[in-house]
Every structure is written in structure tokens, then in C-alpha cells.
């Protein structure tokens, strides 16, 4: 049973460039969610996708999007990096629905560095 | 989502009981208490969740008192392996949707050999 998978492992970006991350979730979850984690710090909520949708979203600017595909798999997209977006990025998968406990299961994430 | 609060840091001989506190005084009636863990440089992994009984699976055991105020996580014979950061969350578990994580800073448990 394969757990959450995430691409790339690590990447290096320059400011004012974009980027893509990608995530699998685990098998038979159906949503999505994607964190962000500043060294030192506990991993902040960005937004959760469910049915394709953007279902919650956390505090980040809309320089943050994402998508989620039939396949339930997701992308986050940042635009226009900055310097403080370098950080561990985390994907968590979990199933919806009124016996779920929600608990979600997360990836090994991806390390962005901008320079 | 109630608030919790954990100590920043506890250390633990390998082998012996380790147990972190976790206080959440504002927690609802509808609010369980979900305890995750992150090595260093990995993903958060979910150990355990309860509501108001005492719960125990094969990596901890979860102990919330009568007034559900505050819980004890419980990983029984510690190994160095389980020396990581350790978060109690608390939130809503059936709300036909799932909620985010709100991840507060978590206690640094080191496991010493």
C-alpha cells in the first residue's frame, strides 16, 4: 500500500521564478492538503483540495495555487518566489466522510530553496 | 480549533517510559485530541487519537483525564529512534470535511542513550 509520495525531493529556485510540486495520496484518500514548513517552525496549513476543488485556505497570498486531478493526485504552484518562500513543503492525504477520523498521513515533503 | 499548549523540550533514557504532556483547557465537546510526531527533516506521522477514554495502539498509548483539560502521550519503552518533535492537536474529527491541521511548536522529545 503505497503512502503519499511527493516530487521533487529537493529544489533550488532564484527569485521571481516559478514552481510546481506534485503529490500523490495515499491509496483510496480522496483529499489533499498542502503545508508549509519554515525551518524551526510547525508545518502551516495553505489550502486542501476535495472533488477538484479548493475546499479551505490558510493564510497564504493568492501567489499560492494549486489543483487536484481525477486521479485525486495534486499540484502546488507558486508564483513570483521570494526569499521567504524557501521552506518544506508538505503534502497530507485523507478520506472524507462521516465514519472518517480524518486522520491525514503526510509525505516526506519537498525542500524548495530560493536564492 | 481549541488551543493547546506542550513543554518545549523533554529528554528520556532510552528504554524507560517517555510522557509528554499536553494541556487544552478550551476544548469542546465535539474536539479530539490527535497526537503527531515529525523526525527530523521528514513528514508528520500520525500516532494517535482519542476523544475521552484512554487509547493504545501499537506505537502509544494516549491517557486524557476525567475533565478532558489535558492528555499524556505514552511511548512505553523509548527508543532512539523515537527522538523527534511531538504535536497534540486538537480539532473536530466527523465534520463531513476535512479540517486542517493547526500545528502549534510541539515539544522536542531526545531520547538518550
Known amino acids: 500500500d503505497a503512502g503519499v509520495t511527493q516530487s521533487p525531493t529537493h529544489l533550488i529556485k532564484t527569485r521571481g521564478q516559478q514552481v510546481t510540486l506534485r503529490c500523490s495520496p495515499k491509496?483510496?484518500?480522496?483529499?489533499v492538503s498542502w503545508y508549509q514548513q519554515a525551518l524551526g517552525q510547525g508545518p502551516q496549513f495553505i489550502f486542501q483540495?476535495?472533488?477538484?476543488?479548493?475546499?479551505q485556505r490558510g493564510n497564504f497570498p493568492d501567489r499560492f495555487s494549486g489543483h487536484q486531478f481525477p486521479n485525486y493526485s495534486s499540484e502546488l504552484n507558486v508564483n513570483a518566489l521570494l526569499l521567504g518562500d524557501s521552506a518544506l513543503y508538505l503534502c497530507?492525504?485523507?478520506?472524507?466522510?462521516?465514519?472518517?477520523?480524518?486522520?491525514?498521513?503526510f509525505g516526506p515533503g519537498t525542500r524548495l530553496t530560493v536564492l | 480549533d481549541a488551543k493547546t499548549t506542550q513543554p518545549t523540550s523533554m529528554d528520556c533514557a532510552e528504554g524507560r517510559a517517555a510522557n509528554l504532556p499536553c494541556n487544552h483547557s478550551?476544548?469542546?465537546?465535539?474536539?479530539?485530541v490527535y497526537w503527531y510526531r515529525q523526525i527530523h527533516s521528514q513528514g508528520p506521522q500520525y500516532i494517535i487519537h482519542?476523544?475521552?477514554n484512554n487509547e493504545t495502539n501499537e506505537m502509544a498509548s494516549l491517557i486524557i483525564t476525567e475533565d478532558r483539560k489535558s492528555s499524556t502521550l505514552i511511548l512505553p519503552h523509548a527508543t532512539l529512534r523515537d527522538t523527534a518533535v511531538y504535536y497534540c492537536?486538537?480539532?473536530?474529527?466527523?465534520?463531513?470535511?476535512?479540517?486542517?491541521?493547526?500545528f502549534g511548536s510541539g515539544t522536542q522529545l531526545t531520547v538518550l542513550p
Open positions: 483540495y476535495y472533488e477538484e476543488e479548493e475546499r
Open positions: 497530507a492525504s485523507t478520506l472524507v466522510g462521516e465514519r472518517s477520523y480524518n486522520e491525514q498521513f
Open positions: 491509496s483510496g484518500h480522496d483529499t
Open positions: 482519542g476523544l475521552k
Open positions: 478550551t476544548i469542546s465537546g465535539n474536539e479530539y
Open positions: 492537536i486538537v480539532r473536530v474529527a466527523f465534520s463531513g470535511s476535512a479540517r486542517q491541521l493547526t
